[in-house]
């Protein structure tokens, strides 16, 4: 079997940490497996840099702060290869440039776009764990990049992809993906499998276990993803293309706190209103979610929509420069809201999903503000106060049995 | 003008010297020049590194040591580049596989072999300042290598040859090279020209101003040199083949501490004795300096010789194990030794001043242990109590005038 194995920040913090890493891998090696390590900069490392470049440059091109940051995974790897050399296993440690992991231009936000195979497999030929950089790349003008948020993850499926990998682990602080937040939902359980597309939503709905690159990447190659701890054996779970019969129509619930409500009162009821917002929104780069219209007084019309809570206030400020134009008598913004999100791939053939979960939060006494649906999902806007309880509320309705 | 200069790690240690290195560039640039900068890995920052890496594992691999330490210089390249940013002047840092700086595969001691000059010369035609990692290379395995003390130097010297620079300018904590240690002999008056084969003779007699590897880069290649301190404008010292008609006969005094004499006593007078003491020597790498040989008593004799107090250790012990095949009756150690040196290019053709130098010593009432000449060098092993009284004998014999 060929393994990549990917551990974050923490898991690397400290010298007990990096050795608990490498005893796992090692474990894994001396079964007669191929294993390929992919690491992220240790702790704190990638903060302190940050602040160090901050402190020189506040305005530093992205081209120089991914040349500074890529010291960390390059640290990282160095250091877990001396600890493997410590418990006298075959290893070498690589960056990007050295796999060679080519990338798109974009510093600070890079892409894959193709993986050389060839020194690993040599590598792993020669019976050594293969130990790379995450969240790195290099780009057609031989610069360095980096991948942006959640990058090893990312980088671990491509290496998988590339691989041909029989598995790609990622390792978290968690033991696997669970029904909704343990933590809010004390009754949560841990899946055995998700599929892909349930992984996604729950991914971009903030459950924050996986990058969501990562699961369109690995969805993309088919490679087999399994989330697991770095601190106990436990099993994990597996995400894939098809999981096993026996699934459930609702796989979790997530909760995503970071979202403001934006409402334009009274616009003129006139065509082209809806467009010229967006397209002001979308100039500032400025993701827009759950959409409601509604007809307001008078023939005027009030349109609402969400945002992320860090692009509030900018969006707030470009709509207000432009309120005249867009005939709107009152901009308001409400940062006190969360979106609550059941997601099940059985729900596409099931109409009931969206009812039970009404159902369940009128009787938590759970007010509703927006409503958006997919396929395999149905989110609600709530007030934030009510998070925890709808939450609860929700999971128990579907995955409470 | 094409313009090589090198900044060590002191020099760039925090924002303020990061801030003064860049505009020291800047101000060349702006004069039309185009500019490369060397830099080394941040104050401590080796240190800090190497001691992690000994944490973790006191034997790690020199090819993973490499790949951990040259993360030091990619931090004080990104760095600097943010800081020439904010200061509004185009500028991109590079490591040595961008460059790309080719050596040989030898980790942790690494020769260049191959500097490829396209990358530079396109960003210099962009009318960008460059700045390049000191200290590393790649070897032929696509491996990162380091060059081992002294790197940043030979870096700069053979960026400058690449390149056909105009001038390699080394920023040091002093202004330029000087007739003796200042701090020693207090009337030592700095140098505006030295040749090659003088600064290589003070070099590496301890002069500790240029390492000997890039100053023999130098020769090579014929890069006009100059040391230069980053702290002040003055002029500095040329280093290059041949200086001014008024050059002096003796161009400097070095004091070299890390000395200690090792004495075989009592060997019988047999071939081959010599050559065996210096076989095992050789086998253990230790270098062997000054050596002397007299005739004892008995129709027995004595061998002494030099080595550096780092290797002392080592060569008595090995010696003593061997100490009845290499028939001594006694093997001592003496590290409280010094070596004073006198160089200069024009003493090739005067026959005086060995003589004029064991004047003064015997004048300043001190003891001479052994001697060494070369054709531009005379060095004489003296304890270390009268190092600085011989220093400045010999100093104000030759040079203060």
């Not at 790349?137 to 959640?150: D, F, M, P, V």
């Not at 293309?241 to 995503?256: K, Y």
Request: with cysteine; hydrophobic share 45%.
């Amino acid at each position: 079997m060929l393994i990549v194995k990917k551990f974050g920040g923490s898991s690397v913090a400290d010298k007990e940490r990096i050795f608990n890493v490498a005893r796992r891998c090692i474990e894994d090696y001396k079964k007669g497996n191929d294993v390929v390590v992919v690491l992220s900069a240790m702790g704190k490392t990638t903060d302190h840099l940050i602040e160090m470049a901050a402190d020189i440059n506040p305005n530093a091109s992205k081209r120089e702060m991914d040349m500074l940051l890529a010291t960390g995974e390059q640290t990282s790897v160095a250091l877990m290869a001396m600890a493997m050399q410590s418990l006298d296993v075959p290893c070498v440690s690589l960056n990007a440039w050295q796999v060679a992991m080519h990338t798109s231009s974009k510093y600070g936000n890079a892409r894959f776009k193709r993986i050389d195979s060839e020194r690993i497999h040599n590598e792993l030929d020669a019976r050594k764990i293969v130990i790379v950089t995450g969240f790195q790349g290099i780009n057609k003008y031989e610069n360095i990049t980096t991948l942006g948020r959640g990058g090893s993850d990312t980088t671990a499926v491509a290496l998988a992809a590339a691989l041909h990998a029989d598995a790609c682990e990622i390792y978290t602080d968690v033991e696997g993906v669970y029904t909704a937040d343990p933590r809010i939902v004390p009754n949560a359980k841990k899946l055995k499998e998700i599929t892909y597309d349930e992984m996604l939503e729950l991914a971009t709905l903030g459950a924050k276990v996986l990058h969501n690159r990562s699961v369109e990447m690995a969805k993309k190659y088919g490679v087999p993803l399994v989330v697991r701890s770095s601190l106990t054996d436990a099993e994990g779970t597996w995400v894939k293309e098809v999981v096993s019969m026996e699934s459930m129509l609702v796989t979790g619930v997530a909760l995503d706190k970071n979202a403001a409500r934006i409402a334009l009162i009274g616009l003129k009821n006139e065509p082209g209103i809806a467009f010229k917002i967006f397209a002001l929104l979308a100039k500032k780069n400025i993701n827009v979610d759950v959409i409601l219209q509604s007809i307001g007084r008078d023939n005027t019309k009030d349109i609402s929509f969400t945002v992320t809570r860090d692009d509030a206030k900018e969006a707030v400020e470009i709509l207000k420069e432009n309120q005249t134009a867009l005939t709107a008598d009152r901009i308001e913004m409400d940062d006190t809201v969360v979106k609550v999100s059941v997601v099940g791939a059985g729900m596409q053939t099931n109409a009931g999903v969206a009812a039970g979960m009404f159902e369940a939060l009128y009787n938590a006494n759970v007010n509703i503000r927006m409503i958006a649906t997919s396929e395999i999902r149905v989110t609600v806007l709530i007030n934030e106060a009510d998070a925890d309880r709808a939450m609860r509320a929700v999971h128990d309705h579907f995955l409470d049995n």
